[in-house]
């Protein structure tokens, strides 16, 4: 079963990293999902300030703003998308993820399959 793991940094760094890790535990954990074959896409996200958000109203006018300026104080920094048996095993592979160290957090989501 496939499972998104969205990669949500709490804080950045001047540098626009997440907090409480190096790039170094990025490159340590991509090798670890590649070499256990569970790796089906992931990416790193530009920074914020790049974003654009598209709403359309009920008479379809379509209004762009810069950036997704939510109350959140997290920021959504990019994803892995794993296949792995169960979420007991995708749960497992979120907690190793440097993301979700300090004040980061992993959101694990199943992938919907609509063939099935």
Do not use: I
């Given at each position: 079963m496939k499972y998104m793991l969205l990669i949500n940094?709490?804080?950045?760094?001047?540098?626009?990293g997440a907090e409480g890790c190096a790039p170094e535990d990025w490159m340590v954990y991509d090798k670890e999902v590649r070499e256990a074959g569970i790796l089906v896409s992931g990416e790193s996200l530009a920074d914020l300030v790049t974003a654009t958000t598209v709403r359309v109203s009920p008479d379809g006018e379509r209004t762009v703003t810069d950036g997704p300026f939510a109350e959140s104080r997290e920021v959504l920094g990019g994803f892995y998308v794993l296949d792995v048996p169960n979420l007991d095993v995708a749960l497992d592979w979120a907690a190793r993820c440097p993301g979700a160290r300090g004040s980061g957090s992993i959101v694990v989501r199943p992938i919907a399959d609509f063939d099935a």
């Open positions: 940094a709490g804080a950045v760094d001047e540098n626009g």
